[in-house]
């Protein structure tokens, strides 16, 4: 009875773990492909870096709420004409002018001076919405990145993995032969030794594989799907005039317009400095009593007067600062030309590797390979095929490195220019 017992628990617990791995499949099933324009969106809508841009518009705004509005209001209190010397000294009731007072005081910048602090608000929005874009636009690339990492890897281990059953061919051919009596036992190890070469390889491509996959994990979570079929990596979504003709919408580009829009608000504010500014006080005063009380209206403004080595200095750092970061801009925009030229001859010049590779080079290894087998099975000598072999493997995995390269390349190119996903 106890046995039984046991066994009825025992089945139990093995038709529960066939029901959740039946669950498991289904769900893994129901899940489809993960593609590389849904590997980008949802790494962008995940994306603690957009996040942290996007604080910064928030901030940004904040301040230019307050940007050009007039300071606090100044509250004073004390005493006026109160006698501190003589027979009467430190009474209150000696002198009729003695008084206590409190008043109210505002400082009014000039027009000028308001209207470049708006000027600059607006200008420091602007630079953190080019950040924004900027930032969105370096996350695609990298989760593209990512994504053709763990399909380039997937390539290589499929390319190597076509090899295993010739392998385990020539090991069986070797073995024949040598209990034949017709091949030599060097042959045997040496047909071996290729085969687990063969495995080591593929472990190691196992490995980067896993890596491949911590890193898609950063932008997509825990769970990664299988990868759906790669995009036409030979076709640009965008064209190559397209690139070079919108350089100052590039990524790498997105900031430098605001900054020079911060750069000239700045010299605006400096120049904004000769302008004059006012303020205003109205002081209440009560005297003893008896007496009546006083009030005191002042209106004071400031005198730049000395404008030489004060004002105009501001000035003209402030215009130096605009000129160099225009004189930068136009640097940076020459080396941005310089380097979309770069990238596109080379993926140009990849794409037709990999179109000689398809055609030429792994089936002209292929052939070498199978024609060394055949011909060592016929009786020939075992080298040629070894050669053969690793000199097709190794053409496997340059193909499988033009592979990611080109792509690589590609990601870099379709995703310099901002789309609506990028835009604050």
Sequence with gaps: ????????????????????????????????????????????????????????IRAAREEAVRAGRLPDPSLTAGLSNYPVTGAEAFNLRADGMTMRTIGIGQTIPSRAARAADRTLAAAQIDAAESEHVAAAQTVRERIADAWIEVWATQQKRALLDELRSESALAVQITQARLRGGEGGATDALA???????????LEAVDADFIAAQAGLQRWLGPSVPVLAEAPDFGHLPVTADRLELHIDQQAPMQAWQAREQVAQAALAQARAARHPDWNVSV???????????????QVGVSLPLF?????????????????????????????QREAVARAITSWQGWGRQIQRYQD??????????????????????????????????????????????HARLWAALAYLLPNSETTP
């Design 1 to 56: 009875m106890w046995f039984s017992h046991v066994f009825r628990c025992r089945r139990v617990s093995v038709l529960a773990m066939v029901l959740c791995g039946a669950v498991a499949v289904t769900a893994h099933a129901a899940q489809s492909p993960l593609t590389l324009e849904a590997a980008v969106r949802q790494g962008l809508a995940r994306a603690p870096l957009l996040d942290a841009r996007s604080a910064d």
């Design 191 to 201: 047909a071996r030794t290729e085969a687990a070469t063969l495995d080591n390889r």
């Design 283 to 297: 002081d209440y005063g009560r005297r003893a009593p008896g007496l009546p009380d006083m009030v005191t209206l």
């Design 307 to 335: 404008t030489r080595n004060r004002q105009d200095r501001g000035i003209s750092a402030k215009q130096a600062q605009w000129d160099a970061v225009q004189a930068d801009h136009e640097d940076a925009r020459r080396a």
């Design 360 to 405: 030429t080079l792994l089936p002209l290894a292929r052939d070498r390979a199978r024609t060394a087998l055949a011909g060592y099975r016929g009786g020939s000598a075992m080298q040629p095929w070894l050669d053969a072999r690793r000199d097709e493997i190794e053409q496997r995995l340059a193909y499988a490195e033009a592979l990611a390269t």
